[in-house]
């Protein structure tokens, strides 16, 4: 069973800098891409960022964080996911998700499926 646990939520003032950390496991997971998504209180979830295993790990991030926000990964050794963010807003406040897509061949076996998995989210407040 895949497994995907983030950390790092927290309090973090106007214009600060925070760090997110998300870890997928599984005995024998094949990890294709992971990303962060995030949900406020009465809106849907949406796209923070993403980053492919392959390909020099393309990026992808969402209009309102491009600049401040950056996603760093060692999916190939750790299946792991990072959000560094800076100048934080209170709009960022919202539960991050961390999203892991992959194959886990040790529950599926050879033909395993492509599939999400999602974490448990952690909370981000913005203020002051």
């Known amino acids: 069973q895949v497994q995907v646990v983030e950390s790092g939520g927290g309090l973090v003032q106007p214009g600060g800098s925070h760090r997110l950390s998300c870890v997928a496991s599984g005995s024998i997971f094949s990890c294709h891409a992971m990303g962060w998504y995030r949900q406020a209180p009465g809106k849907e979830r949406e796209l923070v960022a993403v980053?492919?295993?392959?390909?020099?790990?393309?990026?992808?991030y969402a209009d309102s964080v491009k600049g401040r926000f950056t996603i760093t990964d060692d999916i190939a050794a750790k299946k792991t996911v990072y959000l560094e963010m800076n100048s934080l807003k209170p709009e960022d406040t919202a539960v991050y998700y961390c999203?892991?897509?992959?194959?886990?061949?040790?529950?599926?076996?050879?033909?395993?499926?492509?599939?999400?998995?999602w974490g448990q989210g952690t909370q981000v407040t913005v203020s002051s």
């Open positions: 999203k892991a897509v992959g194959q886990d061949f040790k529950t599926y076996g050879f033909n395993a499926p492509v599939l999400e998995y």
């Open positions: 980053i492919t295993s392959s390909g020099g790990g393309t990026t992808t």
